[in-house]
């Protein structure tokens, strides 16, 4: 399953989705019973059995060496293990089945998920890039947050230190475990990656699994370089995403086949149809067990049973950086907020933002991306207002919306 210091005669390490394949074709030999070996312990056992699941056949057990021979207690810590595999990690997914009109049923939905994620002033505890740190915080405190951390600052502002507060050195995965606390949501944008950030990133990400908290995997510029392929792969072995958001680029190196080289951090020009784009959405949710999102001029959206097509937005938010970063945020608002439907709550929160872009690009003070920005964070705050007084006008008619058959 993963490294691990008792074999060293490994080829290689298969994660979750080499057994998941593995079970996938076997799954006709129902006289098969199959056990995981490599790397398991008591924070991740449950996420392996449940991420290696394929349809029709799951792991029987797991094996385990250190983890019960150096445990203190080994009676104890076995017994732990056999009251892990039998129950499922508190993260667990359970899509629904589309609806005949799943589409216009969500709809119906929204403008009461938004209220409540208005209400909650959700926690978000993001490790983002720097290129984007101011513009996505304010667009989370226009549309939400009460509470904003911003981890990829390194030091607390000029003023605290004036006044005598002690700096808080946020991108330090140690401190993640307290953060965890908040009944918050993680989000991990791997932007501005330095040699750092990965076992940052896993610490916290960690931390939040622990508690079955949100965590939201943003994989920046996926395709751009080895080292940033290598990133993927570590981080989704290293723990369980609720949401991976991206570009058609980023998705594509996430799925791990046909990847190109991203030039940048730009989707670069799309190779899919719509209904390829669908069906790698829907196929990464399936593998993954979590909800996906591929960003663009149309938007796809699936936790692995349902896939929604959002039509929504503006070209002027393909102009400016970070309104894709942004939306790693806002999701994480909306799931911390809404738990229950995980595939609605990111809904809402991509139809409130990309409708505050269509607001703010139809004023007529709007000329092109910079008189764009402040228009569309006036226009967040807007829907805000009016979602906590209980006016939904501003979404009758609005969502350009449809289910996707793949
Ligand atoms: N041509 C377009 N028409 C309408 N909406 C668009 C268009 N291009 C992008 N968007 C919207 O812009 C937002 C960001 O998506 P995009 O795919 O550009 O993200 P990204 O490449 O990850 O951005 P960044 O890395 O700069 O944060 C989404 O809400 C998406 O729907
Ligand atoms: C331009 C850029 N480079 C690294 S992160 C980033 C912001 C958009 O994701």
Known sequence: MFATPTKTNTKSVIGTVGTQAILSAISDATNVATVSIGGINHSNVQRVMYQSQSPNKSLDGVAIVSAIMAADDPKASTEEFA???KSPPAFALNPRSA??????????????IVRKMVEAHPF????????????VANVALSMCVFHYYLCVIARFFAN???????????PYGEEAPDLARLDGSLLINMGTLNGDSVSNYLKALQAYNARGAPVVYDPVGA????????????????????????????IRQVWGSNAEQQRGVDSGPSTLNGQQKARLARDLARRERNVVLMTGAVDYLSDGERVIAVENGHHYLGQVTGTGCAIGTISGCFLTAHRSDKLLAVLSGILMYEIAAENAASKEYVRGPGSFVPAFLDELYAIRTAAAKGDDSWFVGRARVHDVKV
Do not use: C, Q
């Open 124 to 135: 978000v505890h993001n490790m983002i890039n720097f290129v984007v740190v101011n513009f």
């Open 223 to 250: 395709a751009a370089t080895e080292i940033r392929r290598n990133a993927v792969s570590t981080l989704l072995a290293g723990g369980y995403f609720d949401l991976v958001k991206g570009n058609e680029g980023e």
């Open 160 to 170: 605290h230190r004036r006044s005598g507060a002690s700096p808080i050195m946020a």
């Open 83 to 85: 009251k892990l595999i």
């Open 99 to 112: 609806r005949v009109n799943e589409a216009e049923a969500l709809i119906e939905e929204v403008p009461e």
